[in-house]
């Protein structure tokens, strides 16, 4: 069965980093768009950033220059690196795995596949 999970989320202040990491299996996470998403309590979920299948990164306005997604070093692994951490990005962040065309990339409903989510806090 196909299963995403996310590792990596935490309590930290406020300019400090955290690494985001999506482990795929039952797929072939090159063979699909790999998209960070997040959602804060009372908040719609919302886009963070993707790598595609072809591996261009786009990223929301509100993280562009802070985040950098990749495709990992391990094995069917995706990472999000996230620096100058601000209060505003605390967040349950989720993966998902996509096919869509690359005009939907951005589109959480296009997302066939979910990890559980993992937390992340920021402290002021």
């Known amino acids: 069965q196909v299963q995403l999970a996310e590792s990596g989320g935490g309590l930290v202040q406020a300019g400090e980093s955290l690494r985001l990491s999506c482990t795929a299996s039952g797929i072939t996470s090159s063979s699909y768009h790999i998209g960070w998403f997040r959602q804060a309590p009372g908040k719609e979920r919302e886009f963070v950033a993707v790598?595609?299948?072809?591996?261009?990164?786009y990223y929301a306005d509100s993280v562009k220059g802070r985040f950098t997604i990749s495709r990992g070093n391990a094995k069917n692994t995706v990472d999000l690196q996230m620096d100058t951490l601000k209060p505003e990005d605390t967040a349950v962040y989720y993966c998902a795995a996509s096919r869509a065309v690359l005009s939907s990339i951005r589109d959480s409903n296009m997302y066939n596949y979910w990890g559980q989510g993992t937390q992340v806090t920021i402290s002021s």
């Open positions: 790598v595609s299948r072809t591996s261009h990164t």
